[in-house]
């Protein structure tokens, strides 16, 4: 079944809010959507790499190497599935996955320098040898990136961080990524006053000077407003349900103009 379908590789890459740590409440009880039948399939890297699954959530729960991105039982629900869905309705690509992001990592983590990229680059490329030892060729090679939060805690410059984020850049690329699809973070949510605009805004001019990054969801930063924060960083899985759909949306409308 896999192999008529044009399908696309996604690196879900990033902090916390990637990994997701989505939950309901009473005022907010809407849950993670069920994957379309089609839509997307998970390759586990670490966990099952001879296989692929169904896309479902907690999207990369088993997915956890001690010796680089680990955080057992820390993913709760994503914006992975809803993604996936709306990317799938909108383009016709199933999309295939692979969970690489790490809670509470700044963009100092992302270098390839037996960090967090070192690990992600690894999953990569076990994907890539999957798929070509079963003759499969995906049309793109992607990363769906959200990251920032930490280097907002940190108090990293913007420049410290665009020159990091265009770093991995050039390594992604070179290892077969395409683009890199930017979901912006929202703000801080507690009593230390940390001020995320600044990576924020940060993220928005790599989007508008890098040709390779394309900005695809900026609501984040309206969710603490509308009460959809769970604690000082995260959210609720509405939160994640909605900037997923937007994101998948707007990235498929890049792939099918060819703005890639």
């Known amino acids: 079944m896999i192999m008529e379908k044009i399908y696309d590789l996604f690196l879900f890459m990033g902090q916390s809010n990637m990994a997701g740590r989505g939950i ?5 009880p809407e849950p ?17 790499p001879e296989h692929l699954h ?3 959530e907690p999207f990369g729960a088993a997915e956890n190497h001690p010796e680089g991105i680990f955080e057992p039982g820390m993913k709760t629900g994503s914006l992975a ?7 799938y309705e909108a383009s016709g690509h199933s999309v295939i996955g692979v969970s690489a992001s790490k809670g509470g990592s700044s963009v100092r983590q992302w270098q390839g320098k037996d960090d967090y990229l070192t690990d992600a680059l690894m999953r990569l490329k076990r994907a890539q040898e999957y798929f070509k030892c079963r003759q499969m060729v995906p049309a793109h090679q992607f990363v769906l990136w959200c990251q920032g939060e930490t ?19 050039d390594i992604l690329e070179e ?19 940390y001020d995320y605009s600044r990576i924020r805004q940060a993220q928005l ?6 040709p390779r990054v394309k900005l695809v969801c900026d609501a984040f930063h309206t969710m603490k407003g509308r ?16 900037v997923g759909q937007a994101a998948g949306k707007a990235t498929a409308e890049l792939v099918n103009g060819e703005q890639i």
């Open 24 to 28: 309901t409440s009473p005022r907010w």
């Open 32 to 48: 993670a959507p069920k994957a379309v039948l089609g839509a997307g399939y998970e390759y586990r890297a670490i966990s099952d």
């Open 54 to 56: 169904e896309i479902e």
């Open 81 to 87: 599935t809803a993604f996936v869905n709306a990317y």
């Open 151 to 169: 280097d907002g805690d940190l108090g990293t410059s913007a420049d410290e961080y665009k020159a990091g984020f265009t770093h991995m850049m």
């Open 175 to 193: 290892n077969g990524i395409q683009n890199c699809f930017l979901i912006t973070i929202g703000e801080y949510n507690g009593e230390k006053g």
């Open 205 to 210: 001019e790599l989007a508008e000077c890098d």
């Open 227 to 242: 009460g959809l924060m769970k604690d000082e960083f995260h959210y609720y899985q509405k939160a994640y349900n909605e």
